[in-house]
């Protein structure tokens, strides 16, 4: 009998960790637990977004972005998902106003960007954005400090099957391509 019960704590104890390994693994459950949002930490509705700040598509999902975010009580955690070295730049850029607390005021310029991108016209845009302090910022996207980050996110969008843009998740319901307002308003309506 002794031997018995042994035996069944160490399957719990196995069966334990192999459930704690694999929800550790989980793409989605990594995605959320990331501590860069905009929002509420604690609001019952979440939205990911994958996107490029280059990418038109994902370029107009950003005024349904936007509205969410002002209509509802969200945390919204956008990850990247960059096609080309230019929206990586971009990609840096933001990090880089986030490392100083700006990333909603960079996000928004980049998104409404229109001409060629490129590190001149980040700086202007970084310059725009009162408090943010520009060397700081400039010597951030010089020395790529959030490159690993972005290839980060790149491959968890991979994992979670993001083959084109944008992808948004609300509590979890998969969105793929250019969705209408009212399709991410009737997601959170039945959330």
Not at 63 to 86: A, E, G, T
Not at 168 to 184: D, T
Request: proline share 2%; aromatic share 16%; net charge negative.
């Amino acid at each position: 009998m002794k031997h018995w019960v042994t035996f069944l704590w160490v399957f719990l104890i196995i069966v334990f960790f192999i459930v704690a390994y694999s929800i550790s693994n989980d793409p989605y459950s990594r995605v959320l637990r990331d501590d860069d949002f905009l929002g509420e930490d604690n609001a019952s509705i979440i939205i990911v977004e994958f996107g490029d700040y280059l990418d038109p598509v994902s370029r107009q999902s950003e005024n349904s972005m936007k509205r969410l975010r002002m209509d509802y009580d969200v945390k919204f955690i956008y990850k990247h998902f960059v096609k080309s070295n230019q929206s990586k730049l971009a990609a840096i850029g933001s990090e880089c106003a986030n490392n100083q607390k700006y990333f909603e005021e960079m996000h928004n310029r980049l998104y409404s960007f229109n001409g060629n991108f490129g590190k001149n016209s980040l700086y202007e845009m970084a310059d725009e954005i009162i408090g943010l302090r520009i060397e700081e910022f400039k010597q951030c996207v010089e020395t790529n400090i959030f490159e690993i980050e972005i290839e980060k996110d790149f491959g968890l969008g991979e994992k979670l099957e993001v083959s084109y843009l944008p992808v948004v998740f609300i509590n979890g319901k998969k969105f793929e391509g250019l969705q209408g307002y009212a399709a991410y308003q009737n997601a959170i309506r039945n959330a």
